[in-house]
């Protein structure tokens, strides 16, 4: 089940220094990041091993998040580069309402293999 997690953030007056490090609960293999996004949804997609970190660094999105059959549909904004949202294999998600600006980070578990993605969603209750 998605959830977020706060990044340890330092801040003075010549600005802010955010760490990722010991926080995620997997080692970095891939990342990659979206960004120019028009109206359109990204994502509708849940893998079979791959765990997500999701990160803002510029703009906001949201990110709709289905965990499962019989669970509720959840809803996750990511507005501030501090804010992280950790995505479940099982996380069935998607992207969308990116502001123009928006760069979304995002940290993958595993290296891409076209094999991990599940496109089928679940029942929604």
């Known amino acids: 089940m998605a959830k977020y997690i706060d990044l ?3 801040t003075d007056a010549r600005g802010n220094l955010t ?3 010991k926080i995620l609960p997997f080692d970095i293999k891939r990342v990659f990041y979206i960004y120019g996004v028009d109206e359109t949804e990204r994502g509708h997609h849940r ?12 703009g906001s999105c949201r990110i709709m998040n289905h965990a499962g059959e019989g669970l509720p549909l959840e809803e996750f904004t990511l507005d ?8 479940d294999p099982e ?3 998607w ?4 502001t123009k600006d928006c760069i979304l980070m995002v940290f993958a578990s595993e290296y891409y293999d076209k094999d991990d993605y599940i496109f089928e969603p679940y029942k929604q209750i």
């Open 8 to 10: 340890q953030t330092f």
């Open 19 to 21: 760490v990722v490090e």
């Open 47 to 58: 893998h079979k091993k791959t765990v997500q970190a999701a990160i803002a660094l510029n």
């Open 80 to 87: 501030k580069p501090s804010k992280c949202l950790i995505i």
């Open 91 to 93: 996380d069935f998600h």
């Open 95 to 98: 992207m969308d309402n990116f």
